[in-house]
């Protein structure tokens, strides 16, 4: 039996991860979790799934679930709990399943503990890819990718040679606005960026979607994880989210990984690697009642956010750490309707332009860019 130990649990990765978890409870046991704020699906999961050490944000939360809980289960809050979590002695696996840079810090110590970590938390590599793949390295840390895309091309990789590949193609649906045009995006709702055609996923990484920052996130993730150069990662329009992502060998062969879109795949095969487990209520792909699948070069300048990506991993150092840093403050504001949509762009352009890149920054010099790049976002407005 594995024990797993999950950062994020009420997010939509986390939540799926318990259900990968309620499916095989012979195989898997929670033995912490951490969440934010919200306690009352909390306390839901506690009581099902039992684990001896919870975090939540708050230390007032941490407070009441003291009270409420059996002196078995430990509460801490805040980045420590997170920590503690990350770090649990008895877990085999950490899945990463928060949102945003807040991640960073807790990978970094839970590799340092040594934990193989099923990593679904992007903006931990974006951030500061260089760290946590030295760190990896220096303390031989497996990185088991949960992101559709990544997972595609870990498994496409399965027996065959890194020195093969003449390029990853990283599968792209379009978002919620993938047939409007830039004119079409003035003045778009939270409601309506927030319709994604194809995927079940919380509000912040919709957006980016939307955007296609998502993707652009994704690029400078899959240069970390698989050593790839940026020439070599090509983002592909495929709108059914049938084809998850490719590899093209340097012998003109080209590996798909294709399924359903449904998060609970990736989730499972980290949690399983090197082994599957049955999905019997999994639903099938039947390619003949999809009948096609299609496909769209991508427009970088439609997609301005992709740009901004390619750019700022080409550059590296502390310019991805800017850009995740610009783009969370930024769909926050638009989540809170405090900007436009298309503003998103302008803010992520302007922190960019005004950055001097610092090459192989420390943690704690990207930690500083990280709150100074939010703060001034954030009183800017």
């Not at 890819?129 to 498994?155: C, N, R, W, Y």
């Not at 003109?252 to 609970?264: I, K, W």
């Not at 992520?348 to 990280?370: F, G, Q, Y």
């Amino acid at each position: 039996m594995k024990k797993i130990s999950l950062m994020g649990a009420t997010g939509s990765i986390g939540i799926q991860t318990l259900d990968v978890l309620r499916e095989h409870p012979e195989e898997f046991k929670l033995v912490a979790l951490s969440v934010g704020k919200n306690i009352i699906e909390a306390r839901k999961m506690i009581n099902e799934f039992t684990p001896s050490l919870v975090s939540v944000q708050l230390k007032k939360d941490a407070d009441q679930l003291i009270r409420e809980l059996p002196s078995s289960v430990k509460v801490l809050y805040g980045e420590e709990g997170l920590v503690e979590v990350a770090c649990h002695q008895d877990a085999d696996i950490l899945v990463n399943a928060v949102l945003g840079s807040v991640g960073l810090y807790p990978t970094l110590k839970a590799i340092e503990a040594g934990k193989t970590i099923a990593i679904a938390n992007k903006e931990t590599l974006v951030t500061a890819g260089h760290l946590v793949m030295d760190a990896a390295k220096s303390k031989e840390v497996t990185l088991l990718p949960v992101d559709s895309e990544h997972s595609a091309i870990f498994q496409a990789l399965q027996g065959e040679q890194e020195k093969n590949i003449e390029k990853l193609i990283i599968t792209a649906s379009g978002g919620s606005f993938r047939d409007r045009t830039r004119e079409e995006l003035v003045g778009v709702s939270v409601k309506e960026a927030l319709n994604h055609p194809n995927w079940s996923m919380g509000a912040k990484i919709t957006i980016d979607s939307a955007s296609m920052m998502n993707k652009g996130l994704e690029v400078i993730e899959a240069h970390w994880l698989f050593d790839i150069p940026y020439e070599k990662i090509e983002v592909l329009q495929h709108r059914e989210s049938i084809i998850h992502s490719m590899i093209q060998f340097h012998d003109s062969s080209v590996m798909a990984q294709l399924g359903t879109p449904d998060m609970r795949v990736p989730i499972q095969y980290a949690l399983t690697y090197p082994d599957r487990l049955p999905r019997p209520n999994g639903k099938r792909l039947n390619l003949a009642e999809i009948g096609q699948l299609h496909f769209e070069k991508m427009n970088y300048e439609r997609f301005r956010c992709l740009h901004f990506a390619y750019e700022a991993g080409r550059i590296g150092g502390s310019m991805t750490t800017v850009l995740n840093a610009a783009n969370e403050a930024a769909v926050a504001l638009f989540l809170d309707n405090k900007i436009a949509f298309l503003e998103i762009e302008e803010v992520i352009e302007k922190a960019l332009n005004s950055h001097e890149v610092i090459h192989r920054p420390d943690l704690e010099t990207i930690l500083t860019i990280d709150k100074q790049t939010r703060s001034s976002i954030t009183n800017g407005i």
